[in-house]
């Protein structure tokens, strides 16, 4: 019998919601990725540190009195690499239901991706699903993909996209096939035009093109940016005036952890010109929103 999640959180007592945290390894000590997608990875962001698994990051982020969004990338076609179950992502984040809210993910070019969403949210509870157009080798903006966004917008649940460069294949023969522009945020942009009521996550700064996705989530308010995977002394000052200014209440706190820690993008935050005054929404109050955490 599987145990469906719930969440259980006190927002009051949290100091923060990390949106963008990755289950790297399971409980099997099965990867997400293959070996030579790790160890470029690993080269790429400076990061040989541990994966740790799903308990593990459950006590990490109890003890800093943050909840975090937990989630895996199904990308089984394009990799040849059978992926981390997100069924038992949602299994282990109802083990630790104070403080992780897991994601499903779900390749798209699964002859059964709809069917596949639909249970990761009846049977599982998931409360979004995670995308990552470049490592799953899809175009977001290919129709082909529309039922499936029609499944979690019926499913009233987040979508979080990747956007923006990747280390996963830098360096790497070609980046090991793996295409850039498919992670271009104005891909979403018809997503968001023909899915109205689907709230699309944007993730990380989109370096090259961050004006791409300011210009998606000034016109279409069904779009969020999470600030993920970089650090806030890189962000591009564009960014920050949108963050201080007209998206403050559609910007998220992500880390990308492992790869970034929350105490390191927490830190750097501290000296960039993030507004003090803004930084509660994009800690937490935003995310309560987005997530539906607010009872």
Known sequence: MTTRYEPAIDVSALTAIDVHVHIEVDDHGHHSLPDDLVEAASRYFSADGPRPDLDSVAAY???RRMAAVVFTVDAETQLGHAPVSSAEIAEGAARNNDVLIPFGSVDPHRHDAVERARRLVAEHGVRGFKFHPTVQGFDPSDERHYPLYEAIQDAAVPALFHTGQTGIGAGLPGGRGLRLGLSNPMLLDPVAADFPELQIIMAHPSVPWQDEALSVATHKHNTWIDLSGWSPKYF??????????YLKTRVLFGSDFPLLTPDRWQRDAATTALKPEVMPGILKDNAV???????
Do not use: F, H, I, K
């Not at 591009?236 to 200014?245: G, I, M, Q």
């Not at 929103?289 to 009872?295: A, F, I, P, T």
């Open 61 to 63: 982020y109890r003890e």
């Open 289 to 295: 929103r987005l997530l539906g955490l607010g009872g």
């Open 236 to 245: 591009p000052e564009t960014l920050v005036r949108a963050a201080n200014s």
